[in-house]
T-cell receptor, first 111, second 115 residues
Framework: GNSVTQMEGPVTLSEEAFLTINCTYT??????LFWYVQYPGEGLQLLLK?????DKGSNKGFEATYRKETTSFHLEKGSVQVSDSAVYFC??????????FGKGTRLHILP | NAGVTQTPKFRVLKTGQSMTLLCAQD?????MYWYRQDPGMGLRLIHY???????AKGEVPDGYNVSRLKKQNFLLGLESAAPSQTSVYFC??????????????FGPGTRLTVL
């Protein structure tokens, strides 16, 4: 079946540090992959997505590359800010089925 | 363009009481979803709808009912609330299901406490 596994948090970093949040998936076929972000007290919102192998999604300084050979979609940012503190969800959307979310990774950025 | 709105934002119920959560979207989306979010559990799909007049069960449907009488509205009902239903409830909508177009748009959430 389809599933998403992401690293457990919380992840605590200092401002300007490099961020990686790992996400791996299991899927049949060729799903689309997403990262959603949830800021405190809000609903989830799309951060970036990639629709095929080797695609790189990017937004707000965040990047993730669709790696079919390692079934991964790791989220990275070169220099985090306090305003990046949030919960990050990796998700996959199979071609013919509903989207599946990971359990989320809470990120704390210290000033 | 309000996107996805949810009513109410907060609610406290006593065990056995009933209530309805309202979700509205103004993007003309066919698909709508209700999720619950609990600590350490991520998002779990309760019910969803693939169009006006249709509903289907998700991962955790027990204790909830839904209705989609109008395309823009998706109602979630609790007939007899239980403490286990204390959670944050999110509504979402999308223009399609599956694949690259399945970007879901979320409401701000309803925080429900059942005493």
């Amino acid at each position: 079946g389809n599933s998403v596994t992401q690293m457990e948090g919380p992840v605590t970093l200092s401002e300007e540090a490099f961020l990686t949040i790992n996400c791996t998936y299991t899927a049949t076929g060729y799903p689309s992959l997403f990262w959603y972000v949830q800021y405190p007290g809000e609903g989830l919102q799309l951060l970036l997505k990639a629709t095929k192998a080797d695609d790189k999604g990017s937004n707000k300084g965040f990047e993730a590359t669709y790696r079919k050979e390692t079934t991964s979609f790791h989220l990275e940012k070169g220099s985090v800010q306090v305003s990046d503190s949030a919960v990050y969800f990796c998700a996959l959307s199979p071609r013919d089925d509903k989207i599946i979310f990971g359990k989320g990774t809470r990120l704390h950025i210290l000033p | 363009n309000a996107g996805v709105t949810q009513t109410p934002k907060f609610r406290v119920l006593k065990t056995g009481q009933s209530m309805t959560l309202l979700c509205a979207q103004d993007m003309n989306h066919e698909y709508m979803y209700w999720y619950r979010q609990d600590p350490g559990m991520g998002l779990r799909l309760i019910h969803y709808s693939v169009g006006e007049g249709t509903t289907a069960k998700g991962e955790v449907p027990d204790g909830y009912n839904v209705s989609r009488l109008k395309k823009q509205n998706f109602l979630l009902g609790l007939e007899s609330a239980a403490p286990s239903q204390t959670s944050v409830y999110f509504c979402a909508s999308s223009s399609s299901s599956g694949g690259a177009s399945d970007t879901q748009y979320f409401g701000p959430g309803t925080r429900l406490t059942v005493l």
